[in-house]
C-alpha cells in the first residue's frame, strides 16, 4: 500500500510570504496527524483530525497556522505569514483508529526554510 | 508538562550489542514507541510497550518499566543500515493519539 505522501519536499520562502503543505494519508486512515520539528528540538504535535474534524489542535503555535482537511482525505497545512521561526520539517502522520497501539505512519516531512 | 531524555549520540561497531535508554516524565502513560529515522526519511515504526517488561521483534528489543519511568531499545548483531536516528515517543492519555518525542539518538555503527 501507498505510505504517507507530503508535497513540497523542500520549500524555500522569503519572511511574509505564504506556504502551502499537503499531505496524503494512506487510504482508509481516519486519523491525521500534523507534527513539526525545528532544527535542534523534538518532533512537536500541531494537531490531529478525524475524518475531516479538528480533534485536537492544542498545538498549533499561533494564528498564522491553517489546517484543513476538507472531505477527510488529504489535508493542508498553510503558514501565512511566514516567519523566521517557522522553519523547520514538518511531518505527516496517519493512522486507523483508536484502540491498541493506534500506530502512527509517517511520511517523510516537508521541510521549510524562511529568509 | 512532559520530559523525554535520551543519549544526543551513540558510536557501536557492526556485528555488536547497543543499547539506547529513553526515560520519560509524563502526566500520564498510556504507551512508549520506538521510531527508527534515516536521515531525510520517514520514522519508521519499531517497537511499543504499554505493560512492563520486554518486547522482543527480530534483531530489535524494547524494555518499558513504568515505575521508574524507563524504557530502552536494543539491537542485536548491528549492522551498518542501522546507522540512524532512534526516537522515543510517549502516549500521554487513553484516547488521545498525539505522542510526545524525545530529541532522538542518532547511532553510528562503524566497521
Known amino acids: 500500500e501507498a505510505g504517507v505522501t507530503q508535497f513540497p519536499s523542500h520549500s524555500v520562502i522569503e519572511k511574509g510570504q505564504t506556504v502551502t503543505l499537503r499531505c496524503d494519508p494512506i487510504?482508509?486512515?481516519?486519523?491525521l496527524y500534523w507534527y513539526r520539528r525545528v532544527m535542534g528540538k523534538e518532533i512537536k504535535f500541531l494537531l490531529h483530525?478525524?475524518?475531516?474534524?479538528?480533534?485536537?489542535e492544542s498545538g498549533m503555535p499561533n494564528n498564522r497556522f491553517l489546517a484543513e482537511r476538507t472531505g477527510g482525505t488529504y489535508s493542508t497545512l498553510k503558514v501565512q505569514p511566514a516567519e523566521l521561526e517557522d522553519s523547520g520539517v514538518y511531518f505527516c502522520?496517519?493512522?486507523?483508529?483508536?484502540?491498541?497501539?493506534?500506530?502512527?505512519?509517517f511520511g517523510a516531512g516537508s521541510r521549510l526554510t524562511v529568509l | 508538562g512532559q520530559n523525554i531524555d535520551q543519549p544526543t549520540e551513540m558510536t557501536a561497531t557492526e556485528g555488536a550489542i547497543v543499547q539506547i535508554n529513553c526515560t520519560y516524565q509524563?502526566?500520564?502513560?498510556?504507551?512508549l514507541f520506538w521510531y527508527q529515522q534515516h536521515a531525510g526519511e520517514a520514522p519508521t515504526f519499531l517497537s511499543y510497550?504499554?505493560?512492563?517488561g520486554l518486547e522482543e521483534k527480530g534483531r530489535f528489543s524494547s524494555f518499558l518499566s513504568r515505575s521508574k519511568g524507563y524504557s530502552y531499545l536494543l539491537l542485536k548483531e548491528l549492522q551498518m543500515k542501522d546507522s540512524a536516528s532512534y526516537l522515543c515517543?510517549?502516549?500521554?492519555?487513553?484516547?488521545?493519539?498525539?505522542?510526545?518525542f524525545g530529541t532522538g539518538t542518532r547511532l553510528t555503527v562503524i566497521p
Open positions: 509524563t502526566s500520564g502513560f498510556n504507551g
Open positions: 483530525f478525524v475524518k475531516e474534524s479538528k480533534q485536537d
Open positions: 510497550n504499554v505493560l512492563d
Open positions: 515517543a510517549v502516549r500521554e492519555q487513553t484516547g488521545a493519539n498525539n505522542l510526545f
Open positions: 487510504s482508509g486512515h481516519d486519523n
Open positions: 502522520a496517519s493512522s486507523v483508529g483508536h484502540s491498541g497501539a493506534n500506530v502512527l505512519t
